[in-house]
T-cell receptor, first 113, second 112 residues
Framework: GESVGLHLPTLSVQEGDNSIINCAYS??????FIWYKQESGKGPQFIID?????DKRQGQRVTVLLNKTVKHLSLQIAATQPGDSAVYFC????????????FGQGTELSVKP | EAGVAQSPRYKIIEKRQSVAFWCNPI?????LYWYQQILGQGPKLLIQ????????DSQLPKDRFSAERLKGVDSTLKIQPAKLEDSAVYLC??????????FGPGTRLTVL
């Protein structure tokens, strides 16, 4: 069936290094994706989004890349900080179905000081 | 601006008991969602409201789960009777007219 999934359940990086979290999707018609950060005991928090008419979008210390050919997107975090430690989800936003979100499994990012 | 409020934050019940969760969305948000997040997984949509009407409840186990949003503001989600596999975090979210969803902190349910 249609799904959104992440490649690795856990990622450990050194403080100051760059982090890359990957996500794959199966539906070639999917055209809007969002990355969320979820800290322990909290709900998911919006980080950055990208639509299919773009290959790349940058925010503050974060970049999302979308490769529609291989149905893959990634979240890059520059100069990772301890406060970045959390679970990261990619989600497909089905804007034409009331905006419901289809989440992947999540990658837990641990930042070592 | 106040965020999405949920209560209780934690609930422990025995199987076959009933439980209810409450959500107060961000003021003015017409669209409200309930998600279920099982440990180690991403959230899964249970039901979506537009004002006080149900837009999508295709993933809601209707034999035991019910939800309402009578006045188009607050919402409650009920489970009756609960099963062990209902142990999860129940997240409420509301959406701006532009499409951004804001999540509450969730209610962690443990069914023993």
């Amino acid at each position: 069936g249609e799904s959104v999934g992440l490649h690795l359940p856990t990622l450990s990086v050194q403080e100051g290094d760059n982090s890359i979290i990957n996500c794959a999707y199966s539906n070639s018609a999917s055209d809007y994706f969002i990355w969320y950060k979820q800290e322990s005991g909290k709900g998911p928090q919006f980080i950055i989004d990208i639509r299919s008419n773009m290959d790349k979008r940058q925010g503050q210390r974060v970049t999302v890349l979308l490769n529609k050919t291989v149905k893959h997107l990634s979240l890059q975090i520059a100069a990772t900080q301890p406060g970045d430690s959390a679970v990261y989800f990619c989600a497909e936003n089905r804007w034409n179905q009331g905006g419901k979100l289809i989440f992947g499994q999540g990658t837990e990012l641990s930042v070592k000081p | 601006e106040a965020g999405v409020a949920q209560s209780p934050r934690y609930k422990i019940i025995e199987k076959r008991q009933s439980v209810a969760f409450w959500c107060n969305p961000i003021s003015g948000h017409a669209t409200l969602y309930w998600y279920q997040q099982i440990l180690g997984q991403g959230p899964k949509l249970l039901i979506q409201f537009q004002n006080n009407g149900v837009v999508d409840d295709s993933q809601l186990p209707k034999d035991r789960f019910s939800a309402e949003r009578l006045k188009g503001v607050d919402s409650t989600l009920k489970i009756q009777p609960a099963k062990l596999e209902d142990s999860a975090v129940y997240l409420c979210a509301s959406r701006t007219p532009e499409g951004e969803q804001f999540f509450g902190p969730g209610t962690r349910l443990t069914v023993l």
